[in-house]
């Protein structure tokens, strides 16, 4: 059985798609131990409290210092004892700290094709926009291990989506989230949850 944490920062629709996946059966051998997020208002508390899940705050303004706070957020992280964390719309800087701790046993997914869009300041709508003012035609999301670069770590999945005439930032995102997000993230936690997912020279192979 593969424990996971799932860390948010906002609405928690990746999260509610994960919910959903280990409820149907979309991801097997996986029980989500808890949810943290950095902000108390964010909606996806509710969405595990209402499904039975532990959800709780770390907030960087219950700290003295940055350091304090990324040291409490880590404590809290280990309290779940997570076999896999799972950064869906957290939009938090993972310290060094715990990135090596959790080296290929945390993944992100980021809403863009990588290496397009994405890196630091390429997060939540600016993608979309960036996409758009950009005048790219496919559009996607990705999954992908959490190193020490910004969505830099190995590739787990990737899922394209087209850009259509009169799109909006928001359209955009809607689409990508829909057609991409929401496929690829429970699928990954399952490929791992069944031991499908090995990281060789910085790249994954995913057993068949
Ligand atoms: C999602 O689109 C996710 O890909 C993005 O934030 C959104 C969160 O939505 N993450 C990033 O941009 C990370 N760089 P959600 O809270 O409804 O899942």
Known sequence: M???AVLVSGG????????????????????????????????ALERAKE???????VSPKDFPSRAEFNQGFLEAVDALEP???VLAGFLV??????IEKYRNRMINIHPSLIPSFCGTGYYGLKVHEAALSRGVKVVG?????????????????????EVEQGDTPEVL?????????????????DLIANGRVKVEDGKTVILQ
């Open 83 to 85: 076999d896999l964390v």
């Open 173 to 189: 995102q809607r689409r990508v989230m829909e057609q991409a997000e929401w496929k690829i993230l429970p699928r990954a936690i």
């Open 51 to 57: 499904h039975g899940i532990k959800s709780i705050c």
């Open 141 to 161: 999301a990705t999954v992908h291990f959490v190193d020490e670069g910004t969505d830099t770590g190995p590739i787990i999945l990737q899922k394209a989506v």
């Open 93 to 98: 800087v993972i310290p060094p700290e715990m």
């Open 2 to 4: 593969l424990d996971i």
């Open 12 to 43: 928690g629709t990746n999260l509610q798609a994960v919910i959903d996946a280990v409820e149907s059966g979309g991801i097997t051998n996986t029980r989500i131990t808890g949810v943290i997020s950095n902000n108390k208002n964010a909606y």
